[in-house]
């Protein structure tokens, strides 16, 4: 069975700091996805990355960044200069090869940033 | 592209009464996934579909029924809704890829309070 856990439940950051919420996993297979959605405060939820277990290549798109480490089964994501827009829910998820695309959540991080 | 729709946004029911939640999507995926949402709970799938007239069970199935008649559709009912059914339910399509590498996309949620 697969598990996604978000240790963090809230964080709380002044803008323009630097914020890592952290995604640890659990699975035995050797092929998965990692995936990281947003969820504002008006309710949906944003697909922000897709990345495979074999590609442990960190990846940055603007002030996101992504650093995928298979040693600790972690995923982690990291906002820099964080504004009050990135104030949202973040979810990380796990899929694996023949469950039919479904997806494993964790629970959640509430991110705040303040003004 | 609308995306993936859903309709109603919210509802109000009482204990006992009878609803379907709908959702559409215009992507020509093949999957689509019926999940709630509930504080501190992340996203649980409930049913989903790997293509037109195929449905399975999620992880809490228990109180809802589905059906998927065709391609673009998918249907969620409460025959007999309850309190503990209150929630925001999100419907999500994907192309349904092989090898865990799909992704999904979700609609904007369906808010609903059984009193």
């Known amino acids: 069975a697969q598990k996604v856990t978000q240790a963090q439940t809230e964080i709380s950051v002044v803008e323009k700091e630097d914020v890592t919420l952290d995604c640890v996993y659990e699975?035995?297979?050797?092929?998965?996805?990692l995936f990281w959605y947003k969820q504002p405060p008006s309710g949906e939820l944003v697909f922000l990355i897709r990345r495979n277990s074999f590609d442990e290549q960190n990846e940055i798109s603007g002030r996101y960044s992504w650093n995928f480490q298979k040693s600790t089964s972690s995923f982690n994501f990291t906002i820099t200069a964080s504004q009050v827009v990135d104030s949202a829910v973040y979810f990380c998820a796990l899929s694996v090869t023949g469950a039919n695309s479904k997806l494993t959540f964790g629970k959640g991080i509430t991110l705040s940033v303040r003004p | 592209n609308a995306g993936v729709t859903q309709t109603p946004k919210f509802r109000v029911l009482k204990t006992g009464q009878s609803m379907t939640l709908l959702c559409a999507q215009d992507?020509?995926?093949?999957?689509m996934y019926w999940y709630r949402q509930d504080p501190g709970m992340g996203l649980r799938l409930i049913h989903y579909s790997v293509g037109e007239g195929t449905t399975a069970k999620g992880e809490v199935p228990d109180g809802y029924n589905v059906s998927r008649l065709k391609k673009q559709n998918f249907l969620l009912g409460l025959e007999s809704a309850a309190p503990s059914q209150t929630s925001v339910y999100f419907c999500a399509s994907s192309a349904g890829l092989a090898g865990g590498r799909d992704t999904q996309y979700f609609g904007p949620g369906t808010r609903l309070t059984v009193l």
């Open positions: 992507m020509n995926h093949e999957y």
């Open positions: 699975t035995r297979d050797t092929t998965y996805y």
